[in-house]
């Protein structure tokens, strides 16, 4: 990768007069040796993926080992039947899907890990979710997941995306920010514009700690991946009516890092504070070993 920040990367879509995902799809394929068409269609087969983890997730019901989750995403269709929900039909799927992804997760069921594992719902709800209900092309909807997908690398190069390294903001938190950097391209957001919603989404998520439960990956994080993808969609919203970040993109992104190396390791990935250490949480861990 050539570009190590997100003022080059600025500086080579002004320069080369280019979008975001076009720089992606150009490093991608310089990095690879392949061609863009063969880049786009490895992109296709993600949101495929993706794609599919969404309907296998909505058609389930079959609950974690621990018994504690995997039927919550049943709940929201069946309650928006008998009412709309207040934000309309977006944000129905929008969460409806991010819990899809990320309970077929716990099943173990085949997700496409945007950036982690934990926190695979956020992406993929929102540019699944969104394209839909605004018919954008599934041209425009790899365009939008290249623009994530190097959101999330450029944090990457200077923090570890794990709730371990650097607490849930570097898993949740920098999916958001892909999220929002992907619905802003989607929208027909330009290079500042989205690299704002990135900015926006991430300095708003700054601290967040990673506490599963028992050490699963569950509790919080399941619900976590529904509210931060709605999270994204707003700083998408704000970026596009021209509000910005006074903090650089990439001073964020070094908060993050400094913040995550402050945060207690007990909130981090050990589950030996936070919501892991809560008095629900130790008689749950109890149930859970005996059994």
């Not at 018919?135 to 909807?141: C, K, T, W």
């Not at 290249?146 to 944090?155: F, K, M, Q, Y």
């Not at 601290?207 to 999270?231: M, Q, S, W, Y």
Request: hydrophobic letters at 45%; aromatic letters at 4%.
């Amino acid at each position: 990768m050539t570009i190590l920040s997100f003022a080059e990367l600025a500086e080579k879509c002004k320069a080369q007069n280019k979008a975001i995902y076009e720089i992606a799809q150009d490093e991608e394929a310089c990095l690879s040796g392949d061609s863009i068409d063969v880049i786009r269609l490895r992109v296709l087969e993600d949101l495929l993926a993706m794609k599919q983890a969404v309907k296998n997730g909505l058609k389930s019901t079959e609950k974690a080992i621990s018994g504690w989750c995997g039927d919550d995403c049943v709940k929201l269709p069946e309650r928006f039947k008998k009412r709309a929900a207040l934000f309309g039909k977006t944000f129905e799927k929008i969460t409806t899907y991010a819990l899809a992804t990320a309970e077929e997760n716990l099943r173990m069921g085949r997700i496409a890990a945007c950036p982690t594992a934990g926190s695979c719902g956020i992406v993929p709800s929102v540019i699944i979710a969104v394209a839909e209900e605004e018919n954008i092309s599934e041209a425009e909807q790899i365009n939008g997941l290249l623009t994530a997908g190097i959101v999330g690398l450029l944090v990457s190069n200077k923090v570890q995306l794990a709730g371990a390294v650097a607490g849930c903001q570097a898993e949740c938190g920098v999916a958001s920010a892909m999220a929002a950097a992907a619905l802003t391209q989607m929208l027909g957001g330009d290079t500042n514009e989205i690299i704002q919603a990135a900015a926006l989404a991430m300095k708003n998520i700054l601290g967040l700690t990673c506490d599963p439960v028992c050490g699963l990956v569950e509790v919080p994080c399941i619900k976590r991946n529904a509210f931060l993808a709605v999270h994204a969609v707003t700083a998408a919203e704000l970026a596009l009516c021209g509000v910005e970040s006074k903090i650089p993109l990439d001073e964020v992104v070094d908060t993050l890092k400094i913040t995550g190396q402050l945060m207690s390791p007990l909130l981090k990935e050990t589950s030996q504070g936070g919501l892991a250490k809560t008095k629900t949480a130790l008689a749950l861990e109890e149930v859970l070993f005996k059994k």
